[in-house]
């Protein structure tokens, strides 16, 4: 006679079970570091193409002009000078949350600065070290602190004093000038 209640169980133990979830945990971190390290190139990046065409498109608008008077962040906006990323309401965001400032100086306005606020030391180092060429770019200015507003005065005059790096700036530089791990850190890229 059949055995009514008898049955073939198949399945997974639980040790079996405990070894892929194990599996799986090691693999979101994997995927977890290789995803921030990603998104960190990626917002790097994204600065740099941000700085690129906000400079570009300054540079086409004043062409014509003998100074840059005028040029502010919120004429920058409403002359349609800056990426459309970049515009957060009246204000302008770099690629990582800080504020843009743009500002004009130099004797009568003939250069003008842009500045990134809200910077980590790596991606400081990163952007400050990059050559960006010497197609009118005549200082940058590395500051350990996160400034509200732009401090660009007749000193920014392309020689490389205590304000202004001398181009380009080398990784070893960009590190030391840039401070803490925290995203106090800023950059002026002067141009005329």
């Known amino acids: 006679m059949k055995k009514i209640f008898e049955s073939e ?13 194990a599996i799986i945990g090691v693999l979101s971190v994997g995927g977890i570091a290789g ?21 570009m ?25 800056a990426p459309s990323d970049m ?28 500045t990134f606020n809200g910077l980590g030391k790596e991606t400081c180092a990163s952007l400050a070290s ?8 005549v200082g940058i200015n ?7 507003s732009a401090s660009f005065t007749p000193s920014h005059d392309g020689s490389a004093d205590s304000a202004d790096k001398a181009l380009p700036v080398s990784l ?8 803490g791990e925290t995203a106090t850190n800023s950059i002026t890229w002067v141009y005329y």
């Not at 169980?9 to 979830?21: A, D, H, I, K, P």
């Not at 004043?62 to 409403?78: C, D, E, Q």
């Not at 990059?130 to 770019?137: A, K």
């Not at 070893?172 to 401070?179: L, M, N, T, V």
């Open 9 to 21: 169980q198949s399945g997974r133990s639980m040790v079996e079970m405990l070894g892929v979830l």
């Open 35 to 55: 995803y921030s390290k990603a998104m960190a190139k990626f917002k790097l990046t994204k600065a740099q193409d941000q700085l690129t065409m906000l400079l």
């Open 57 to 81: 498109n300054i540079r086409t608008a004043y062409a014509t002009s003998p100074s840059y008077s005028g040029i502010s962040s919120s004429n920058a906006i409403a002359y349609n000078l």
């Open 87 to 114: 515009i957060s309401g009246t204000s302008l965001h770099n690629a990582f949350g800080g504020e843009v400032i743009i500002s004009s100086g130099g004797t009568s306005n003939t250069k003008f600065a842009i």
């Open 130 to 137: 990059t050559d960006w060429g010497t197609d009118g770019l």
């Open 142 to 148: 590395i500051s350990a602190a996160s400034t509200t």
């Open 172 to 179: 070893p530089q960009a590190f030391s000038e840039c401070g």
